[in-house]
């Protein structure tokens, strides 16, 4: 089979303004990037084309090193829902180059069942996360020059909460000391580097209604506490407007289209193990205010992910998904049922019941949010007859729905089971209403245990003396009603990457507890997860290069 790439550069794309048109978007609204994408205007989302819209969530099994393909089925179950005849667009998030240059190589899907043009996808895009990134660190930049001219008249602030971002992954930028060298450098302090994912800025554009809401939640970012211990907010600064202003292009969806012409909107990034993990809630809405179905992903698993796709995305916004979908393979069953990384493509039964219980646990937790479930089989050329149908055999058992998605070879043909299953259950046996995991009348430590116990399967949380300073000057806030975006591994169900499976009765340790007052959240962050990513020791830069004048590497 063809590489992504060389399948990417096969397919003949359509403009992006027919792609638009026939989605039913005014070609005088469609702003080129180029021939192949476009940004939409937010004005076109009409809430009540959004309510008769069906969403669906995919989500996944606890990760694996080697990936699940959570995306390729998202794009892979609209281009499926396209072959039945209906009208369906996909909602994703946008690459990172901090994983694209370092483990994944890509991520705008696979095989047939892929966003495009991924090259540009995958790099530089429309410029939101450079736009991003800007804004962060011109706070940044504005915060320490404020710090800088006025302490002659004796202001300053006892602590400084507002760090600077780049879309790299670079360890050595984690914790750094700035301001050294003259006087007129600046004021010598402590600093250090996030990945652009997880800067606040990321996650309220994400979460923003409007141009309005983007600019009025910038202003309310806290950017430290001065000595009388009273909140410094971005609008004490006065420069609200400003930073308004370097993201009111990043603001607008971003449209593109798949392998088979299915129209697909990319726009927003945020991590789902160090941040919310959704795409835009104004891509959402401007997919379902053009299509019948949308089919969206939160990142990583599902105790990552869809979590906070229903806790934080879904409250904040009041959208309610028809149903959820859960990826599963065979090899990610397997390393989960205690099978070693180089073994799990081959074929083993036991180790792939065991492994099941990993996803047991998830769909609980789904329908603990009142969802209806349906398991995707995401199809690998090693998987055998006996463990596909070994799985749905337990599928049965646990009454969820289940389909083999073979998107990445075949398309959307290799979909159209799936998408069956899909409509037939939004049709006959759509979701309750969302249950949340918490109230926003719990305090924040019980919105933190009732994920961690409910969700994670942990018995015991316990907080440093940073965390529980922290929280108490949330409480002195008064913002304990924001909802918890908790920090955490993606590759175990509890804070160590290393323990596989449907692990419980373990103990997190919430560090950390970072308080995003712009985006309206509170992150807590539990065991050793970094917010700058490292790189490993052969990272995929080494493999991507341009030979004669095209792109190679990328995935």
């Not at 759509?430 to 961690?452: C, G, H």
């Not at 591994?489 to 692990?503: C, N, W």
Request: proline fraction near 3%; include cysteine; charged fraction near 25%.
């Amino acid at each position: 089979m063809k590489s992504d790439i060389e399948i990417a550069r096969g397919i003949e794309l359509k403009k992006i303004k027919q792609v638009a048109e026939n989605m039913g978007i005014p070609r005088d609204e469609v702003e080129n990037y180029g021939r192949h994408i476009a940004k939409i205007p937010e004005h076109l989302i009409d809430e009540e084309k959004v309510k008769k819209s069906h969403l669906i969530l995919v989500t996944a099994i606890t990760a694996t090193k080697a990936g699940i393909g959570k995306t390729t089925v998202s794009i892979g179950l609209a281009l499926g829902l396209n072959k039945i005849g209906k009208k369906a667009t996909v909602a994703l998030r946008e690459p990172s180059l901090g994983p694209c240059f370092g483990m994944k190589g890509g991520a705008a899907g696979g095989g047939y069942a892929q966003v495009l043009p991924m090259e540009k996808i995958n790099l530089h895009f429309t410029g939101d996360f450079h736009a991003i990134t800007s804004a962060h660190n011109m706070i940044s930049a504005l915060l320490d020059n404020h710090l800088y001219q006025n302490q002659a008249k004796g202001f300053g602030l006892k602590e400084i909460l507002w760090r600077r971002v780049l879309d790299v992954n670079d360890r050595s930028l984690r914790s750094l000391v700035v301001g050294l060298g003259d006087r007129t450098n600046g004021i010598t302090q402590q600093s250090g580097f996030d990945i652009t994912p997880a800067s606040e800025i990321m996650a309220i554009l994400c979460l923003s209604k409007d141009l309005d809401d983007l600019r009025r939640r910038i202003d309310n970012i806290l950017l430290g506490f001065t000595y009388d211990n009273k909140p410094f907010l971005v609008s004490d600064l006065g420069i609200g407007g400003a930073i308004t202003v370097l993201l009111k292009e990043a603001i607008h969806p971003n449209l593109v289209q798949t392998t088979e012409g299915t129209p697909a909107f990319v726009h927003g990034g945020p991590f789902a193990n160090i941040a919310h993990g959704c795409n835009s809630v104004l891509a959402t809405k401007m997919a379902m205010t053009y299509s019948d179905y949308v089919v969206t992903e939160a990142g990583f698993g599902a105790d990552l992910g869809a979590e906070k796709f229903y806790n934080i995305k879904c409250r904040k916004s009041g959208l309610q998904p028809k149903l959820t979908v859960i990826v599963a393979t065979a090899q990610g069953l397997k390393m989960h049922g205690g099978v070693s990384l180089d073994r799990i493509k081959e074929p083993n039964i036991e180790g792939l019941k065991e492994g099941l219980k990993n996803l047991d646990k998830h769909v609980r937790n789904l329908r603990s949010f009142g969802q209806t479930v349906i398991v995707a089989f995401n199809k690998f050329a090693t998987d055998t007859p006996e463990e596909m149908a070994l799985l749905h055999r337990h599928c049965e058992e646990l009454g969820v729905g289940y389909a083999i998605n073979n998107a990445y070879a075949e398309g959307g043909e290799g979909a159209v089971e799936l998408a069956k299953l899909v409509v037939d259950a939004v049709e006959n046996h759509p979701s309750e209403p969302l249950r949340f995991t918490y109230q926003e009348t719990d305090s924040v430590k019980e919105k933190i245990t009732k994920i961690a116990t409910q969700i994670y399967g942990a018995n015991e949380i316990t907080y440093t003396s940073a965390a529980r300073n922290r929280l108490k000057q949330i409480d002195e806030m008064n913002i304990a009603h924001y909802p918890v975006c908790i920090a955490k591994t993606q590759f175990s169900f509890s804070a160590d990457a290393k323990r596989y499976g449907a692990v419980e009765d373990f103990e997190i340790q919430i560090k950390d507890v970072v308080i995003n007052n712009g985006a309206e959240m509170i992150v807590a962050i539990a065991g050793d997860i970094l917010r700058m990513p490292g790189l490993p020791k052969e990272p995929q830069a080494q493999h991507i290069d341009i030979v004669g004048g095209q792109i190679e590497g990328l995935s």
